[in-house]
């Protein structure tokens, strides 16, 4: 029934509906009130199974859309059995409703008093199932996943919905509930459409669902790396009641100690909890894509896996880099790397242009189809150097700073530039320009806008490092507690606190005049695009490392003069004077370090190719 339909038959119900006499009762029910409602139902046993809205619901559809669950529960009991499963003019019974919600004792409650409910549907063909999917509830999803059955009316695993029973489930992220109905019904893996399988087009689109698709920080990809999953596809235990796995209980028996720590263990860190979910997410993610491409294989049609896994997947995979996905079909189906698409190619071009350095390294461990795959022109005789030379700003949204970008960028072109022919370093495109001249012309704003941040972070850089050098080289001619008069010796010359001055001293002026130099050179500086792959990196690098060890021996040096000073009157003081002087270096480091670090890893720690093995 189409909206115009729904539309047509609310007008001709209201003609006849007596609005006034129901809305006391329909206000209750919205707010909860169940005295009310009683009292109303008591004073008119008819309004049970009477219709109270313009819309053809029940005292019960409109409980159960207003989310009172509470009501929901009393009401079953008093209304009659065929109430439950009547539909309203949108086409739902009552269990719809619910299964859009939250809570398994209403969906009890129904299905305690007629267990065949699973199996109604809309107008539409969708049961409560699909319904549920929508809610986000994955307890909700498991409950109904194990009441219904795949019989008349709904068929909803074999059915017209079965399609859009799968699709929903993986676009939810539910893998470990889509894994459980495969086991249970394999005709479900090798659903297909237009545009290939029904799960592998989904997957495709969704890069997030993979590990390759997440950047973690430092400890949440140790904890990754360390926390346990375990993959049974099993509902919850209070759901599934006598239900076995099918690969036995041993297995949970082993693992129920591991597992129990590591409960403990996310439930005082929550934040390990978020990573352990993340890794099962696509730990079964990945389970999913092998399962169903398997499927398929066991099949032997080679038409049938051809439209299956359809270039639109491979592109989809392709572009968004989902590296786990493309090496099961490369596994299963190796003549996929093959795949060309109209205007875009092959997988090793529509990697190169869309940035995706894990499916470039991944097709690396293949380098003979590599070479082959990089030395094919596109529609436009570019050749795979040219779409590297492309900005392609999109890409780049995780790096910032243009200093980075504009040297990712060339890493990214050299790299792309290494497995190509040597002849099409000088081959042009049909706008006349070779590579390089595409590179330079592409990339002529973002070299511009990185200039313009060395010289402003240098100039920054080097006042400090000009004032740090100032204050050093004066303290180190009018030392603390000055010279003997007779022979011009510094009083304190035998103090060993004295040597720590001294030398600190002069470690902060050596330290903060290569920091001067440094910055210096950077202002002074071509900035030509090659410029930003090494040299200017390490050159900043170089100077914020002796500006942030100048900055520490200054402290320490000031640290010595004052302790000098007051030893005879406070003992206690170079405490306190410790304490303070690691402030600043502290404080240097919280606001600078990220910086440092990030450009040393993006120096000298950055590789274009991964090491993903294929087998």
Same mark, same amino acid.
Request: aromatic share 10%.
């Given at each position: ?75 079953? !009991?008093?209304?009659? $059995?065929?109430?439950? *499963?009547?539909? &309203? ?17 209403? *969906? ?5 008093? &007629? ?92 890069? @997030? ?44 028996? !082993? ?39 398997? !499927? ?26 989902? /590296? ?12 996929? $790397? ?60 995780? /790096? @910032? ?5 504009? !040297? ?51 100039? @920054?850089?080097? /006042?400090?490092? *000009? ?89 320490? *040096? ?58």
């Amino acid at each position: 029934m189409s909206f115009h339909d729904v539309k047509a038959a609310t007008i001709e119900f209201a003609r006849g509906f007596n609005h006034g006499y129901y809305q006391p009762l329909h206000i209750a029910i919205l707010k909860g009130d169940w005295e009310s409602t009683k009292a109303f139902l008591d004073n008119d046993p008819s309004a049970l199974t009477a219709k109270i809205t313009t819309i053809g619901r029940s005292a019960l559809h409109v409980a159960a859309v207003g989310g009172q669950w509470q009501l929901v529960e009393k009401l079953v !009991q008093l209304v009659p $059995v065929q109430v439950l *499963a009547e539909l &309203d003019l949108m086409g739902c019974t009552c269990l719809h409703y619910v299964a859009m919600g939250e809570s398994i004792n209403a *969906a009890k409650a129904l299905l305690a008093k &007629d267990p065949s409910l699973t199996q109604l549907t809309d107008f539409t063909g969708f049961t409560p199932l699909i319904y549920s999917i929508t809610s986000r509830c994955k307890e909700m999803v498991w409950y109904l996943v194990l009441n219904t059955t795949d019989e008349e009316p709904g068929r909803p695993f074999s059915g017209p919905s079965a399609n859009q029973l799968v699709a929903l489930l993986t676009a939810a992220g539910f893998h470990d509930i889509t894994m459980y109905l495969l086991q249970c019904y394999p005709n479900l893996a090798t659903l297909s459409d237009s545009k290939g399988s029904i799960i592998l087009n989904v997957l495709s689109k969704l890069p @997030s669902y993979f590990q390759s698709g997440n950047k973690l920080g430092f400890w949440k990809r140790f904890i990754y790396h360390c926390v346990p999953v375990g993959l049974d596809y099993l509902p919850p235990s209070h759901l599934r009641g006598n239900l076995k796995d099918s690969y036995g209980d041993s297995s949970h028996q !082993q693992s129920y100690f591991g597992g129990s720590i590591w409960n403990a263990i996310q439930n005082i860190v929550p934040g390990i909890k978020l990573v352990r979910e993340a890794k099962l997410r696509h730990s079964s993610a990945v389970r999913l894509v092998k399962f169903v491409c398997t !499927q398929v294989s066991t099949t032997n049609d080679t038409q049938l896996w051809q439209s299956f896994v359809s270039g639109d997947i491979v592109f989809n995979a392709t572009s968004s880099g989902i /590296v786990e996905f493309l090496r099961i079909c490369f596994q299963i189906f190796p003549d996929l $790397v093959w795949t060309r698409m109209p205007n875009e190619g092959f997988v090793a071009q529509i990697a190169i242009k869309n940035r995706q350095e894990k499916v470039f390294s991944l097709l690396c461990k293949m380098p003979i189809i590599c070479k082959f795959l990089v030395l094919a022109l596109d529609e436009s005789q570019n050749t795979t150097s040219h779409l590297a030379a492309r900005f392609a700003s999109p890409q780049l949204a995780s /790096v @910032s700073g243009a200093v980075f970008q504009m !040297q990712k960028e060339l890493q990214w072109f050299k790299e792309v530039e290494k497995w190509d022919h040597p002849l099409h370093k000088e081959v042009k495109n049909q706008d006349d320009k070779t590579p390089w001249q595409l590179f330079r012309e592409e990339h002529k704003p973002l070299l511009e806008e990185a200039k313009n941040w060395m010289k402003d972070t240098s100039n @920054s850089c080097m /006042v400090v490092a *000009a004032l740090i050098a100032t204050v050093v080289f004066a303290a180190s001619i009018t030392v603390p507690g000055g010279n003997n008069q007779d022979k011009g010796f510094p009083i304190y010359l035998s103090n060993d606190t004295f040597m720590v001055f001294v030398v600190s001293d002069a470690l902060a002026l050596f330290s903060s005049m290569a920091s001067l130099l440094m910055f210096l050179s950077i202002l002074t500086a071509n900035y030509a695009e090659e410029d930003f792959l090494k040299r200017l990196p390490e050159r900043i690098i170089l100077g914020l490392a002796s500006l942030f060890f100048s900055i520490v021996t200054t402290m320490v *040096a000031f640290g010595a003069a004052l302790d000098l000073l007051l030893e005879e009157r406070l003992k206690w003081v170079s405490i306190p004077i410790a304490l303070l002087a690691c402030v600043p270096v502290a404080l240097f480091a919280k606001l600078q370090l990220p910086l440092f670090i990030q450009m040393i890893i993006s120096t000298y720690g950055s590789r274009m190719c991964h090491h993903h093995s294929l087998w």
